[in-house]
């Protein structure tokens, strides 16, 4: 395909302001799905995905789109080949997000009518600004009672830049607007410009496990061209794949001798795990292959990890393959067996963040029929000790107790926007979580920017929710790593009759250890039935004792209740009692429920 025709785009914009909708309607304006075929979301493949009415995985479909001579938009008529990669929006997939821009040379910037701008436009704006794409604002959900076009026009127009009337106007769900939004992509989008005779250079934006096809990589072409007769070589790794099959994604794949220049589609090698074929990384060809890789290649690294154990322990071994599998679709899943001494065999797990480790507990427990319990999620720390040592905790139960020099956590930037009706509300909450204002801005007269510093563990677990109330669900949230500072942090411990209960340690600020200790403390009261003899709680710093409760002693007895000599009845009694035991965990000598547990693990 020659390049001059060839428009690469994306659709950027908060979650739930109609990208995945946009698309759709793209598909079937340009007659790639026909309206029986159009089924809702048709580019979110993933069943939960479509569930969630989120995208968690980048795609890419090749539209062929034919501008008509008397167009309003002033595109030079002809047909065009019009690349379209739809984006995830959440900040776990921002890498994604990021690698899929390099890919294009416009971004449609979707700013829903009814909501105006909102945390992650911005982050998406700027990531877009920041790889030198074109940028085409529009302003989708006109057709909502509740849009106000003209006010959020202006906001967009401001934000980019541009004049009020630069700004499109579409209803996704409708349609209107779409037509001319294709058109105006056109006119104002570069075509992509490379060296056809230069060896090959593709960017890996994507790359998915198909259990019949093995991996499926979606790359897009920058110099040369890719054939299917050649041997490709990774370049960050130097590994070299056969290729086996090279094609366009239209919707569905369709098979091509060849990728050129400015070109985006799929390749397929036969390797059967994502790892071998990373998102960001430069495929070139085995023979006469690319020196320079295209732009930097980063390593997704696991922000927040947990333990996910199986309720039933039988189930180990299933967890375990389950675990295999999902990472060959998710090179950003980390897992290593761990062992518990209240919760069995498990796995300790690393995710780029909160959404991510739902997602992947939900597949698990659905796509794989699982039972799991996961402890509650934490961050990494490095902590140096006192003889100059450094280690990396990803686990509570492995902080050292004693002879800690400097303990390091990962902090981020926070961006929240918000009605400027919030902003003490929102500083009083930043501040209880230990952040750090770094300025604000308005945006409008009555919306705000705040940008804060705050360490990922404090906003790791229900800062958004907490955020979300407090601003009755106006306050939208964007952040990002921002490297390691030092904190005053603590492992509080919690021990039942002087033993300590792995799953329960939590490592949290000093101020907050002792609300903390309290609270579990007081939980487990509740929740571990008494015993034949008295059972202690504590939560403790080392061997300091912050909180401290008591489940006192009784007798049970499971006869008591039968009187007279039915015998059958007795004995059905002691073996219900049995198979209670089978699923109680012994913490020293106290019998523990593994109810308790989970109880306990659900709600911190
Ligand atoms: P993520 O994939 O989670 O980032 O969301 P998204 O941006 O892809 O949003 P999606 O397309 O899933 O749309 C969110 C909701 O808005 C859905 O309920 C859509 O039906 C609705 N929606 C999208 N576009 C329009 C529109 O133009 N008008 C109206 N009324 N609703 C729309």
Redo the contacts with the bound molecule.
């Keep these: 395909t020659d390049p001059a025709i060839i428009r690469n785009f994306c659709i950027i914009?908060?979650?739930?302001?109609?990208?995945?909708?946009?698309?759709?309607r793209m598909l079937q304006i340009t007659g790639v799905v026909d309206e029986r075929a159009a089924r809702?979301?048709y580019l979110?493949r993933m069943d939960i995905?479509r569930e969630?009415?989120?995208?968690i995985k980048s795609q890419a479909v090749r539209m062929p789109w034919t501008v008509a001579a008397d167009n309003e938009q002033g595109a030079e008529p002809g047909t065009y080949v019009l690349n379209m990669i739809?984006t995830?929006?959440?900040v776990d997939f921002t890498y994604e997000v990021s690698r899929s821009l390099q890919a294009c040379e416009a971004a449609v910037l979707?700013v829903?009518a009814a909501q105006g701008i909102e945390a992650q436009t911005l982050a998406n704006l700027y990531l877009a600004m920041g790889a030198d794409l074109h940028i085409i604002p529009v302003l989708?959900?006109?057709?909502?009672p509740s849009a106000n076009v003209e006010k959020y026009a202006l906001e967009l127009a401001n934000l980019v830049g541009c004049e009020v009337e630069d700004v499109l106007l579409?209803?996704?769900?409708?349609g209107?607007g779409v037509e001319a939004l294709l058109n105006e992509i056109v006119r104002t989008t570069p075509a992509p410009v490379g060296d056809p005779d230069a060896p090959p250079r593709a960017l890996i934006f994507d790359s998915v496990y198909d259990t019949y096809r093995g991996v499926v990589t979606y790359v897009r072409v920058v110099d040369g061209k890719l054939s299917h007769r050649d041997r490709i070589k990774m370049m960050s790794t130097g590994a070299v794949h056969e290729m086996l099959e090279v094609g366009v994604i239209s919707p569905e794949p369709v098979k091509a001798g060849d990728l050129g220049v400015g070109e985006v589609g799929y390749l397929i090698t036969g390797v059967k795990d994502v790892r071998q074929s990373r998102v960001g990384d430069t495929v070139t060809s085995q023979h006469n292959g690319a020196d320079e890789p295209l732009g930097g290649y980063e390593h997704p690294n696991p922000m927040v990890y947990a333990g996910l154990y199986p309720i039933d322990g039988d189930d180990y071994p299933t967890l375990r393959d389950a675990l295999e599998k999902l990472q060959l679709n998710d090179a950003a899943l980390a897992y290593e067996p761990e062992t518990s001494g209240a919760l069995g065999f498990g796995f300790r797990c690393g995710f780029l963040g909160l959404l991510h480790m739902e997602i992947t507990r939900e597949r698990l427990e659905r796509e794989f029929n699982l039972e799991l319990i996961s402890t509650a999620p934490n961050v990494v720390y490095h902590v140096t000790l006192d003889d100059g040592s450094r280690i990396e905790v990803t686990n509570p139960s492995e902080y050292p107790d004693s002879k800690i020099r400097e303990v390091l956590e990962p902090v981020v930037t926070a961006t929240i926007l918000s009605p400027a009706d919030y902003i003490g509300t929102i500083m009083e909450l930043c501040q209880t979580k230990r952040g750090t204002l770094l300025g604000m801005d308005y945006l409008s007269e009555d919306r705000v920017e705040m940008r804060y510093t705050l360490p990922m563990g404090e906003i790791a677990f229900d800062f958004f929710d907490n955020l979300k109330s407090k601003t009755k669900g106006y306050a939208s949230l964007n952040y990002e790593f921002a490297g390691e500072q030092a904190g005053d942090l603590v492992k509080v411990d919690i021990l039942l009759q002087g033993e300590p209960v792995d799953a329960f340690s939590a490592i949290v600020h000093k101020d907050a250890a002792y609300s903390y200790g309290v609270m579990l403390a007081g939980k487990l009261r509740e929740l571990i039935p008494r015993q034949q003899f008295e059972v202690p709680i504590q939560a403790a710093i080392g061997s300091r004792v912050i909180a401290r409760e008591t489940i006192r002693a009784i007798r049970k007895d499971v006869l008591a209740k039968c009187y007279g000599g039915d015998i059958t009845r007795k004995r059905k009694l002691l073996e219900k009692q049995k198979e209670g035991k089978k699923r109680m965990k012994m913490v020293g000598r106290v019998e523990v429920p593994q109810e308790a547990f989970i109880a306990a693990l659900s709600t911190t």
């Design positions: 914009a908060h979650i739930d302001h109609g990208k995945s909708t946009l698309a759709d809702a979301q979110d995905e969630r009415g989120i995208t739809d995830p929006g959440h979707l829903d989708n959900k006109i057709d909502l579409t209803s996704a769900k409708t209107l």
